[in-house]
């Protein structure tokens, strides 16, 4: 029996307007306003159905509903009551399955889902979890002002959607695991290297092609008719190319084929073309780029458009056929192109085996080396022409201007210098103290620009402590410039002169208190660095010598601390407060006392502005009293030879 549906549904009629001189009509009773009625009080009697997305269409709330016969059943739909219209769902029989209707169900599969489909409103309907949701606040279960759960997700599909399996179409299909490529056993093995060789075989053929295609027209490259010479080059990995070339042309540029196509070989071959076969070759392409290079005018103008490294690659060639043009061609480029450079090692490496006589190698050469550039002319004193621009680039930075421009030099001068250095100990260590000639300043030229700037800064501290405050920028100039030496000094470990003849400057240091503050602080920061160098070890002097340090330049730095701290961006405390502690610990302990307990009573009074080596003088006092109250004095152990008398005597 076929499932129907009807829609009721009642319409009200528009009165129209009275007419003029007419009476109007006695007010009527609404009809939908007492249907809405009936309506209602039938609904507050029959139990409350629920449309839910987990079971059937109509499901009752309670097991007295679920239990009542299969007759028709009225649904309430879910709009608001005043616009309330009722759909009667028709009867179902017995033998109907109870199985719910999937929502996305055909209209044509299912009337009764039509005819609700059908029901026009303006408002949306609203969910099932809206009505369980309203039942149990009826019920006391919720708290008024919760809000309401969210709307449940959408579980009633009965198969997925396209979307849902293209993004699951791993759990549909799972791929299976590729197996590791195994190599392949006889034959197969054999067909595939064949294969891979015959596209290489025909990748090589397309390049050449490319290349003879590019020649300018009227260009007899690889001409069938009027080649006499049948050229094919084989490579070593089994690739050949056969070319049509000219004999006359071959010999003309070549002294290699001028003594292998002579006159005399001609005359012995009795058919045209000859047959000529150049095997091993490390680069057919290049081959073919040097032949080309033979049938050009203008070879410069044609290398132009190549890299530094397929000039290389043509240089090897047409010095191994003796290309005289070529050869010099490809060094005129190499002499005027820009290069990388991870390209200059390759530059200077095949030049060296190439050993070419010409004097375009010689021009390449000086890009790179030295020792070529300084044949030619023979040095007035015979120094050393590096160390003398070193020095000269030492000299601008400290005699400069700006002060950025000073800062950034400073550091490139002292990346160079640390790379010489660390170049020159491993040549040194690998006997090949030569390759880095002319690269590195002496130690005599370092202390030379380290005087003059000592003798600068005495100059300029003495017209300051005068009152001469003119030039007293001066001062932190110079101290600035004495402590990047210093820097320089102490990475090439050649920095004991240094502070002796620091620790000798007692005339500087007593004219320090009467320098302003504000332009003596600088002369401090070598000072502190002195102390973090000894407290590091980068610096081994003697015992003398440290004291001295630290009587000349103590209690200047104690003054400056302040400020350093405030005025220098970037001043690390710790590390010159552990470099001072640490320089004290070195000296004998009667030493340490003395300073140690001045620090103390300094440090009390200053607070910040005096550094803080409390570690060292708890060092220093474990060292001086904890050990020797704490420890029990332990007399040397005696020799006791009663033992060996008395078995002496009883075996007597």
């Given at each position: 029996?076929?499932?129907?549906?009807?829609?009721?549904?009642?319409?009200?009629?528009?009165?129209?307007?009275?007419?003029?001189?007419?009476?109007?009509?006695?007010?009527?009773?609404?009809?939908?306003?007492?249907?809405?009625?009936?309506?209602?009080?039938?609904?507050?009697?029959?139990?409350?159905?629920?449309?839910s997305s987990d079971g059937p269409w109509c499901c009752a709330t309670s097991s007295s509903v679920a239990a009542s016969p299969p007759h028709a059943r009225r649904v309430p739909a879910v709009v608001p009551q005043?616009?309330?219209?009722?759909?009667?769902?028709?009867?179902?029989?017995?033998?109907?399955?109870?199985?719910?209707?999937?929502?996305?169900?055909?209209?044509?599969?299912?009337?009764?889902?039509?005819?609700?489909?059908?029901f026009s409103s303006p408002y949306p309907p609203y969910p099932s979890s809206y009505s369980k949701f309203n039942s149990a606040l009826n019920a006391g279960l919720l708290n008024p002002m919760s809000p309401p759960p969210p709307p449940p997700l959408d579980k009633t599909r009965s198969s997925p959607t396209l979307f849902d399996m293209m993004a699951?179409?791993?759990?549909?299909?799972?791929?299976?695991?590729?197996?590791?490529?195994?190599?392949?056993?006889?034959?197969?093995?054999?067909?595939?290297?064949?294969?891979?060789?015959?596209?290489?075989?025909?990748?090589?053929?397309?390049?050449?092609?490319?290349?003879?295609?590019?020649?300018?027209?009227?260009?007899?490259?690889?001409?069938?008719?009027?080649?006499?010479?049948?050229?094919?080059?084989?490579?070593?990995?089994?690739?050949?190319?056969?070319?049509?070339?000219?004999?006359?042309?071959?010999?003309?540029?070549?002294?290699?084929?001028?003594?292998?196509?002579?006159?005399?070989?001609?005359?012995?071959?009795?058919?045209?073309?000859?047959?000529?076969?150049?095997?091993?070759?490390?680069?057919?392409?290049?081959?073919?780029?040097?032949?080309?290079?033979?049938?050009?005018?203008?070879?410069?103008?044609?290398?132009?458009?190549?890299?530094?490294?397929?000039?290389?690659?043509?240089?090897?060639?047409?010095?191994?056929?003796?290309?005289?043009?070529?050869?010099?061609?490809?060094?005129?480029?190499?002499?005027?192109?820009?290069?990388?450079?991870?390209?200059?090692?390759?530059?200077?490496?095949?030049?060296?085996?190439?050993?070419?006589?010409?004097?375009?190698?010689?021009?390449?050469?000086?890009?790179?080396?030295?020792?070529?550039?300084?044949?030619?002319?023979?040095?007035?004193?015979?120094?050393?022409?590096?160390?003398?621009?070193?020095?000269?680039?030492?000299?601008?930075?400290?005699?400069?201007?700006?002060?950025?421009?000073?800062?950034?030099?400073?550091?490139?001068?002292?990346?160079?210098?640390?790379?010489?250095?660390?170049?020159?100990?491993?040549?040194?260590?690998?006997?090949?103290?030569?390759?880095?000639?002319?690269?590195?300043?002496?130690?005599?030229?370092?202390?030379?620009?380290?005087?003059?700037?000592?003798?600068?800064?005495?100059?300029?501290?003495?017209?300051?402590?005068?009152?001469?405050?003119?030039?007293?920028?001066?001062?932190?100039?110079?101290?600035?410039?004495?402590?990047?030496?210093?820097?320089?000094?102490?990475?090439?470990?050649?920095?004991?002169?240094?502070?002796?003849?620091?620790?000798?400057?007692?005339?500087?240091?007593?004219?320090?208190?009467?320098?302003?503050?504000?332009?003596?602080?600088?002369?401090?920061?070598?000072?502190?660095?002195?102390?973090?160098?000894?407290?590091?070890?980068?610096?081994?002097?003697?015992?003398?010598?440290?004291?001295?340090?630290?009587?000349?330049?103590?209690?200047?730095?104690?003054?400056?601390?302040?400020?350093?701290?405030?005025?220098?961006?970037?001043?690390?405390?710790?590390?010159?407060?552990?470099?001072?502690?640490?320089?004290?610990?070195?000296?004998?302990?009667?030493?340490?006392?003395?300073?140690?307990?001045?620090?103390?009573?300094?440090?009390?009074?200053?607070?910040?502005?005096?550094?803080?080596?409390?570690?060292?003088?708890?060092?220093?006092?474990?060292?001086?009293?904890?050990?020797?109250?704490?420890?029990?004095?332990?007399?040397?152990?005696?020799?006791?030879?009663?033992?060996?008398?008395?078995?002496?005597?009883?075996?007597?």
């Amino acid at each position: 029996m076929a499932t129907s549906s009807y829609r009721l549904k009642t319409h009200t009629q528009q009165q129209p307007p009275p007419q003029p001189g007419t009476q109007p009509r006695p007010q009527q009773p609404n009809r939908r306003s007492n249907t809405n009625a009936k309506r209602r009080k039938r609904r507050e009697t029959l139990p409350p159905h629920v449309v839910s997305s987990d079971g059937p269409w109509c499901c009752a709330t309670s097991s007295s509903v679920a239990a009542s016969p299969p007759h028709a059943r009225r649904v309430p739909a879910v709009v608001p009551q005043d616009q309330a219209e009722a759909v009667l769902i028709a009867e179902v029989p017995p033998s109907a399955s109870p199985s719910p209707l999937p929502m996305d169900a055909s209209p044509a599969a299912s009337p009764a889902a039509s005819a609700v489909a059908a029901f026009s409103s303006p408002y949306p309907p609203y969910p099932s979890s809206y009505s369980k949701f309203n039942s149990a606040l009826n019920a006391g279960l919720l708290n008024p002002m919760s809000p309401p759960p969210p709307p449940p997700l959408d579980k009633t599909r009965s198969s997925p959607t396209l979307f849902d399996m293209m993004a699951n179409e791993q759990d549909y299909h799972p791929r299976p695991a590729v197996p590791p490529q195994l190599p392949l056993p006889g034959r197969a093995g054999a067909a595939l290297a064949a294969a891979s060789a015959q596209d290489r075989q025909l990748l090589l053929q397309e390049r050449v092609a490319e290349i003879i295609g590019s020649c300018s027209p009227g260009n007899q490259l690889n001409d069938a008719e009027s080649g006499d010479v049948r050229l094919t080059l084989s490579s070593k990995d089994g690739l050949t190319v056969s070319l049509n070339v000219h004999r006359n042309i071959l010999v003309a540029h070549s002294r290699f084929f001028a003594a292998k196509l002579s006159d005399r070989w001609s005359k012995q071959q009795r058919s045209l073309p000859h047959i000529v076969e150049i095997s091993d070759c490390d680069d057919v392409e290049v081959y073919v780029e040097t032949l080309r290079l033979m049938y050009c005018k203008d070879l410069r103008r044609r290398l132009m458009r190549e890299d530094v490294s397929k000039v290389l690659g043509i240089l090897k060639v047409s010095a191994s056929i003796a290309f005289d043009a070529g050869v010099l061609s490809c060094l005129e480029y190499l002499e005027a192109a820009p290069w990388a450079e991870d390209e200059e090692e390759k530059v200077a490496s095949l030049l060296s085996q190439l050993h070419l006589d010409s004097s375009g190698a010689e021009e390449v050469l000086k890009r790179v080396s030295l020792e070529m550039a300084t044949c030619d002319a023979e040095e007035p004193n015979g120094g050393n022409g590096g160390e003398e621009i070193l020095v000269r680039l030492i000299q601008v930075v400290l005699e400069g201007k700006d002060e950025k421009a000073r800062r950034e030099m400073k550091g490139l001068v002292s990346k160079m210098l640390r790379e010489n250095n660390t170049a020159s100990q491993c040549g040194g260590m690998g006997g090949g103290g030569g390759a880095n000639r002319g690269g590195d300043l002496s130690k005599e030229s370092l202390y030379s620009a380290c005087d003059g700037c000592l003798r600068s800064l005495r100059h300029h501290f003495a017209l300051a402590a005068a009152s001469d405050l003119i030039e007293a920028a001066q001062i932190a100039r110079q101290a600035d410039n004495l402590h990047w030496i210093l820097d320089i000094l102490i990475d090439r470990q050649i920095a004991d002169d240094f502070l002796r003849t620091w620790a000798c400057q007692a005339e500087l240091s007593e004219m320090h208190p009467r320098v302003p503050a504000i332009h003596r602080y600088e002369v401090s920061r070598v000072t502190a660095r002195l102390f973090v160098a000894v407290g590091k070890g980068q610096i081994l002097v003697s015992k003398e010598a440290r004291c001295l340090l630290l009587r000349t330049w103590l209690e200047p730095f104690y003054e400056d601390f302040g400020w350093m701290r405030r005025a220098c961006k970037g001043l690390d405390r710790h590390l010159i407060e552990d470099g001072l502690a640490n320089t004290i610990l070195t000296l004998p302990l009667a030493t340490q006392q003395e300073i140690l307990l001045a620090w103390f009573d300094r440090f009390l009074n200053a607070g910040d502005d005096c550094p803080n080596i409390q570690r060292g003088f708890e060092v220093w006092w474990r060292r001086a009293f904890w050990r020797r109250n704490g420890e029990p004095d332990q007399q040397p152990p005696v020799l006791r030879i009663t033992a060996a008398a008395a078995a002496c005597e009883n075996s007597c």
